[in-house]
């Protein structure tokens, strides 16, 4: 199973909301990343977890709040988010620092 | 922060073709990934070719790597529509976690 899967699919919400975007992966990988990708450009990172403590945060704004609830889990919780934030949210898990990154389908954020 | 860069950005052909895209990139890696995204979907993994490796097979793909010029070519032999896709080389980043993805190579396969 190399499955990483993501839910919602599509979310849409105003700038006063509070969501959360969810993925999941059962593969006993130790590290798990969010990614954000806007049109046309490739993914940036914005979180890495290793062993389930936060290891890598890119400066990414306090509106975005990830947790590790445990090692197949990974949440980013949104609040307050601007129309900017607008974008394909990727989840990623790897075995190892290094190996195959794999990616989940994502979910397709609007913030209106 | 990006490293890698494909060209060509885009590229048109017809199905039966071959396809080559190149990545180049600046500092010194361990590893090299090139990934698959269809449109708005997530990204499917290729092929990892490691710094000591030259050449990599996967059916109908072959992905070169040349360190001393630090670039990266994926060759997509006999494409199909179904190849139709963005393509993006990933090198592994000072950390060992991130991938620094390149801009990308919108590739377009027609019948």
């Known amino acids: 199973d190399t499955e990483v899967t993501q839910t919602p699919k599509h979310l849409v919400m105003g700038m006063t909301n509070k969501k959360s975007l969810k993925c999941e992966q059962h593969?006993?990988?130790?590290?798990m990343y969010w990614y954000k990708q806007k049109a046309k450009k490739p993914p940036e990172l914005m979180f890495v977890?290793?062993?389930?403590?936060?290891?890598i945060n890119e400066s990414v704004p306090s509106r975005f709040s990830p947790e590790c609830p445990n090692s197949s889990l990974l949440n980013l919780h949104l609040h307050a988010l601007q129309p900017e934030d607008s974008a394909l949210y990727l989840c990623?898990?790897?075995?190892?620092?290094?190996?195959?990154?794999?990616f989940g389908p994502g979910t397709r954020l609007l913030v209106l | 922060s990006q490293q890698g860069e494909e060209d060509p950005q885009a590229l048109s052909i017809q199905e039966g073709e071959n396809a080559t895209m190149n990545c180049s990139y600046k500092?010194?890696?361990?590893?090299l990934q090139w990934y698959r995204q269809n449109s708005g979907r997530g990204l499917v993994h290729l092929i990892l070719?490691?710094?000591?490796?030259r050449e990599k097979h996967s059916g109908r793909l072959r992905v070169t790597l040349d360190t001393s010029k630090k670039s990266s070519s994926l060759l997509i032999t006999a494409s199909r529509a179904a190849d139709t896709a963005s393509y993006f080389c990933?090198?592994?980043?000072?950390?060992?976690?991130?991938?620094?993805f390149g801009k990308g190579t919108s590739l377009l396969v027609t019948p």
């Open positions: 070719i490691r710094s000591n490796e």
């Open positions: 990933a090198t592994d980043s000072n950390s060992g976690y991130a991938l620094n």
């Open positions: 990623a898990s790897s075995q190892a620092q290094g190996e195959t990154q794999y």
């Open positions: 977890y290793s062993y389930e403590k936060l290891s």
């Open positions: 593969m006993g990988h130790r590290a």
């Open positions: 500092t010194s890696i361990n590893n």
